[in-house]
């Protein structure tokens, strides 16, 4: 006993740097301890909350888990006007509502010409509730981007380090707001990691950490800018990150003082990083399914409303125009043709969304998200239908937009 309290207080005297080295590997899914205190997930009580708090269905949370909320202040509701008797014959209306709800929809609304044809909800949704549009966020951004052109605060060919200082230097920063808002940024897409699995857990960060920022800034580029198309993670909070430092207002009052506010649709809200901070726009506001509605009807009447331009005359055009990375994908928007019947998110990958035939219309754009929640948007016909739902294994992206088209054909 003697000798152990000896040996004890020995290797206590010894410096740091002598002490024996542990020579035994950790269990496998256990990060080395000397590696992971250094990522700073580890001391993010914001990061500790979210991922302790994480519900079973992390895809798809409760509201609460959205803290903290920050409102995008709209106006006092001002109702779409209604068709009294509608110009999409009631035989097509009724198909496309026994085909949402028969897959798994909770909201199904068809404007066109500017009326509302049809809105109907399910499973518990109303017209108040606030629904999550998941990635129909990225299409937040992008159209908001238009706003800081127009004023003169960047342009899409800037490279983005220009706004980004601690990438002025750094080769990442050569990439342009056009290779952000087009996902052909050329930064990494990272790999699918288990939520246990912290250490190195890039999206899992972008998602949970208190800062997102800084989370964004941890990418790196993999690929030439504009060579390859990649819905990353991280390209439509650069994106923000960009507008919100070259105009020096946040995001979400942009939204809110120059679309959301303008158009009459009620209060929404995104997910801030921490309290104080920046707005998560990768994913997830937060809105009315009438006011996802709303935008698609603003971009279908190329950016004006009620007779006033509110987007920069000719931006939603450019919202539309192919990227030279993929045809199919816009400035932040999908676009319809060409016809790809299984549309893939990351060049190189097997397709996940799904699409029977070629539209009816060579004009389709879509804001789309998680869960095939979207708001179709075609501009040839005055017409725009939202879905929002849940993923269907059965679903089709053709069967709505062509069910109504096929109706007005006739």
């Known amino acids: 006993m003697i000798f152990r309290t000896l040996l004890l207080a020995a290797l206590l005297a010894l410096p740091a740097q002598n002490l024996p080295a542990q020579t035994q590997p950790y269990p496998e899914g256990v990060p080395d301890p000397d590696k992971a205190i250094l990522d700073p997930a580890y001391s993010d009580p914001v990061f500790v909350w979210r991922l302790t708090s994480a519900p079973e269905d992390p895809f798809e949370p409760p509201p609460w888990f959205y803290w903290p909320a920050q409102p995008i202040t709209g106006a006092t509701p001002a109702p779409l006007p209604r068709a009294t008797r509608t110009t999409i014959p009631a035989p097509a209306l009724k198909a496309m509502a026994d085909w949402a709800q028969a897959h798994g929809s909770n909201a199904l609304i068809v404007i066109h010409k500017g009326k509302v044809q049809l809105e109907t909800y399910w499973n518990d949704t109303t017209p108040e509730t606030v629904v999550n549009g998941r990635a129909i966020t990225r299409s937040i951004t992008p159209l908001v981007l238009g706003f800081a052109v127009a004023d003169g605060a960047l342009t899409l060919d800037d490279p983005i380090g220009k706004h980004i200082p601690a990438w002025a230097n750094d ?41 997102v920022v800084r989370a964004a800034l941890a990418y790196e580029r993999t690929h030439e800018p504009g060579t390859r198309f990649d819905v990353a993670q991280e390209n439509m909070q650069l994106l923000a990150h960009v507008i919100e430092r070259a105009t020096g207002t946040p995001i979400h009052k942009l939204l809110s003082d120059r679309v959301w506010t303008p158009i009459g649709a009620s209060d929404a809200y995104v997910q801030l990083d921490r309290p104080g901070g920046v707005a998560r726009m990768m994913c997830c506001m937060r809105a009315r399914a009438m006011d996802w509605a709303r935008l698609g009807l603003l971009l279908a009447q190329d950016g004006r409303w009620n007779g006033r331009q509110l987007l920069p005359a000719g931006w939603a055009r450019t919202m539309a125009t192919p990227s030279p990375a993929n045809p199919s994908f816009g400035l932040g928007l999908w676009r319809g043709t060409p016809y790809v019947p299984m549309r893939t998110y990351f060049e190189g990958t097997p397709g996940v969304v799904p699409q029977s035939e070629p539209f009816l219309a060579d004009d389709v754009l ?28 059965a679903w089709d992206m053709a069967f709505l937009v062509n069910t109504a088209l096929r109706s007005l054909n006739k």
Do not use: W
Not at 185 to 198: D, H, K, W
Not at 366 to 380: A, N, Q
């Open 171 to 211: 080769p990442r920063g050569q990439l342009t707001v056009r290779n952000l808002a087009q996902n052909a940024s050329g930064l990494e897409v990272a790999p699918t990691l288990p939520m246990t699995q912290i250490l190195g857990n890039k999206d899992l960060c972008l998602a949970y950490c208190g800062d």
């Open 366 to 393: 879509m804001m789309e998200g998680g869960g095939f929640r979207i708001v179709h948007i075609v501009p040839s016909a005055d017409l725009v239908i939202m879905r929002h739902g849940r993923a269907d294994p």
